[in-house]
């Protein structure tokens, strides 16, 4: 698959992932909780969202041969959001 097909690809996916989990936080999730609630859920989904899409489109942009370079920062940046993730949620 070619670089540029595949930066489409992620795209797509990145689309359809956010609109899964916002489209089911909307129907599930916002009618229990504040309209603050809801803006921090949505801003805490699109942070973790697009850094982790971020990370994917710079290793795209890297790889060669079959070797990729993964920049540090984005590797703490991923352990921040497996954290953040992990963290109990608060009875609302």
Do not use: C, W
């Amino acid at each position: 698959m070619t670089e540029d097909r595949l930066r489409k690809l992620l795209v797509v996916q990145r689309r359809r992932l956010v609109g899964t989990i916002l489209g089911f936080a909307e129907r599930e999730l916002y009618p229990q909780i504040s309209k603050d609630q809801q803006q921090a859920f949505r801003a805490k989904v699109l942070t973790a969202v697009e850094g982790y899409h971020d990370l994917v489109m710079d290793i795209v942009g890297v790889a060669e041969d079959d070797n990729v370079i993964i920049n540090a920062e984005a590797l703490e940046l991923l352990r921040d959001i497996r954290e953040q993730l992990a963290l109990p949620q608060k009875a609302g």
